[in-house]
């Protein structure tokens, strides 16, 4: 089951979003948890809504003091729950899932509701939900065997490969004369290292080619010719929808969609046009598509300069096509200045282009928005970190990094320039403390490794 983006997300489903984001950081997390169960029962596959939601799960449950004995009592208030959950696996994994967040809403570290909760979710089709219910349980059961053997299958089976060999490194470590489990860890250390080289397993026709670009292209080729012929059965099939009911908007909106991963860019952006002239030009994310489109469109033509041997033409299309993005994104935030998404795309553009006063001034306002919170003060932090006004760059990161419960790539991205600017303040020991803790759980990231080697050396 695809997962589905914030951005992609009904309106209402994004403005409760919002609430219960705002929740979590004012310290209101039972109100905040309601809020995301919510959410999840109108869009279960908004994956970032239930990452937050296992956030703030956790946070509550050791707020009580949740300990072993906790883990009892919840073995028996939710033994109900629990048999309701596994007799729904087999023919309602959806409704197993929604079961389960309730059990881990009163115990997200009970073992038994972790169990029922990884298999709905693989049942539902969605390894990811399952994968972050191991994550979270890893950092409190770390020396379990069976739940480490889990989780390194599901990231080998999900082509997460170089996870994978480091949860059969960590197993192995425990027990490293279990040959089950030295076979597993050079399995993952292969795939691993056929994925970095481009190459994959058997007898297929990336054996023989060594070079990874060459190989990704042909495949995506191979992908997109197939994918023609299903996107042109959808592109009729949405006509006759909108045939049928010629004032929905919505169907418009998938109509251009289709058309976008056609190629066929002209044609979207007449169906966006259309419904933006019925919205009666009041649909600031429609506008905001009409302006993706056109981008993507300049990248066509980009491409195609390029293909033509003409250097120049493209490097200039490209200028063009720069700075019509600047363009409008000006012009979103002139029209929509309340619109706290359109202040950070703003900021963002802005500090790309070392305009790095302007862009704070958009980073201090869309930092109110809690789906960009924290990306706004850590792009605040890089254009301080520009000016070289180090001090107020780590308040922004400090600030960002004690807000998140989770360590994602966000939370990396913070960690690892607090170390870079404590090193560029002369504070080794502080920057090395940074640096540990993404190296603790992402070896691979950037020249963290490097780093930390570098310093006990």
């Not at 990396?412 to 940074?434: P, S, T």
Request: aromatic share 8%.
């Amino acid at each position: 089951m695809a997962e589905v983006t914030l951005e992609e997300a009904p309106r209402k489903i994004r403005d409760m979003y919002e609430k219960a984001y705002g929740a979590m950081e004012r310290g209101n997390t039972k109100y905040a948890i309601d809020m995301f169960l919510n959410i999840l029962d109108l869009e279960p596959r908004l994956f970032m809504a239930r990452k937050l939601l296992r956030a703030g799960q956790v946070k509550l449950f050791k707020e009580k003091g949740g300990g072993a004995g906790a883990h009892v009592m919840s073995s028996i208030s939710g033994l109900g729950g629990l048999l309701s959950a596994n007799s729904a696996l087999k023919k309602d994994p959806l409704k197993a899932l929604k079961l389960s967040e309730k059990l881990l809403t009163s115990d997200p570290l009970n073992k038994s509701f972790i169990n029922v909760h990884v298999q709905a979710a693989l049942k539902a089709d969605m390894p990811e939900v399952a994968i972050l219910m191991l994550e979270v349980a890893r950092e409190f059961y770390s020396k379990d065997i069976e739940l480490l053997k889990r989780l390194g299958k599901l990231y080998l089976d999900n082509n997460m490969t170089n996870k994978g060999r480091d949860v059969y490194e960590a197993l192995l470590a425990m027990k490293p004369n279990d040959p089950i489990i030295l076979k597993a860890y050079k399995d993952a250390s292969a795939l691993d290292t056929m994925n970095k080289g481009g190459w994959s397993g058997a007898s297929s026709y990336r054996d023989m080619i060594k070079d990874t670009a060459e190989a990704t292209r042909l495949e995506q080729e191979a992908k997109s010719t197939k994918t023609a012929k299903d996107v042109d059965t959808l592109i009729a099939d949405g006509l006759a929808k909108i045939e049928r009911e010629p004032e929905n908007i919505n169907y418009r909106r998938s109509l251009a969609e289709l058309y976008v991963r056609a190629g066929r860019m002209d044609e979207a952006l007449e169906t966006l046009n259309k419904a933006q002239e019925m919205s009666g030009g009041a649909d600031p994310q429609i506008e905001r598509t009409i302006s993706s489109v056109k981008l993507k469109k300049y990248d066509q033509e980009i491409a195609a300069l390029r293909e033509a041997g003409d250097e120049s033409g493209a490097e200039a299309k490209q200028s063009e096509r720069d700075a019509f993005e600047l363009s409008e994104a000006e012009d979103r935030v002139k029209r929509y200045p309340n619109d706290l998404l359109f202040r950070y795309e703003l900021g963002v553009l802005l500090y790309e282009n070392d305009r790095t006063t302007e862009a704070i001034q958009q980073f201090q306002q869309s930092q109110r928005n809690p789906q960009r919170r924290n990306r706004s003060l850590y792009y605040m932090a890089m254009c301080f970190k520009s000016k070289q006004q180090y001090d107020i760059a780590l308040e922004q990161l400090e600030k960002a990094a004690s807000e998140m419960q989770i360590l994602d790539e966000t939370k990396k991205d913070i960690l690892y320039e607090l170390g870079v600017i404590c090193e560029a303040m002369d504070n080794k020991e502080k920057a090395a403390k940074y640096f540990k803790e993404i190296y603790s759980v992402d070896i691979g990231y950037r020249d963290v490794a490097e780093k930390i080697e570098k310093g006990y050396s």
